[in-house]
């Protein structure tokens, strides 16, 4: 998709706060700074739109972001950040679960693992509870640039294995500086979102 509008529209916590157009929504999830930011900055073409963060646990709201009046991303609060009282990590549980599994606009989930580290248990957890709900899940190694090509086989095979994944289950690596990875994404996120036709 060619992308020259982006608006975030609106920062939820709660169902009656998302929006009503009805355009079919693809969800990012990851841990604090995976580069869910960067991602979505490059997929909309824009430097620095999408909020980035110094801060791990800094996005604490469904961040859904309008893109060219036909889809939207929205941006899921991190997880895995422990300077986030245990309160708080169940408010925001409580809301993420809502959203993913009660929305109906929800078309598919593109969870960030780092390439550089093996899946923790976050990590783990996140994609199997996203299994459990049936929900299509698209994994994508983030920060691929700071590996070695010749290494990349043994990420995808680690990143696979630790994390349960089946032959069927798509894995890309990403890397935001070069932009690899790019069109893969798009391609399936505009299957997803509208069956390829795009």
Partial sequence: MEVNNVELVMS????????????????FVGRSN?????LTNVLIN????????S???????????????QL???????????????AERERW???????????????????????????????????QWLAYYDLPTLVVATKADKIPRSKWNKVESTMRKGLGMTPD???LL???????????IWDWIETQAFGGQN
């Fill in 34 to 38: 995976v580069g869910k930011s960067s």
């Fill in 93 to 127: 549980g409580q809301m993420i679960e809502t959203y993913l599994t009660q929305r109906e606009q929800l078309r598919g989930v593109i969870q960030l693992v780092d390439a550089r580290h093996e899946p923790t248990k976050d990590d783990i957890q996140m994609f």
């Fill in 12 to 27: 939820a916590v709660a169902p009656e706060q998302y929006p009503t157009t009805g355009y079919p929504e693809i969800a």
């Fill in 55 to 69: 801060q791990p646990g800094k996005t604490q709201t469904l961040n859904f972001y309008n893109v060219e009046d």
């Fill in 174 to 184: 990403f890397s935001a500086p070069q932009k690899m990875g790019k069109d893969a």
């Fill in 46 to 53: 824009r430097r620095s739109y999408a909020r980035t963060s």
């Fill in 169 to 171: 289950n798509p894995l």
């Fill in 72 to 86: 939207y991303f929205v941006d899921v609060p991190g997880y895995g950040y422990a300077k986030v009282s245990q």
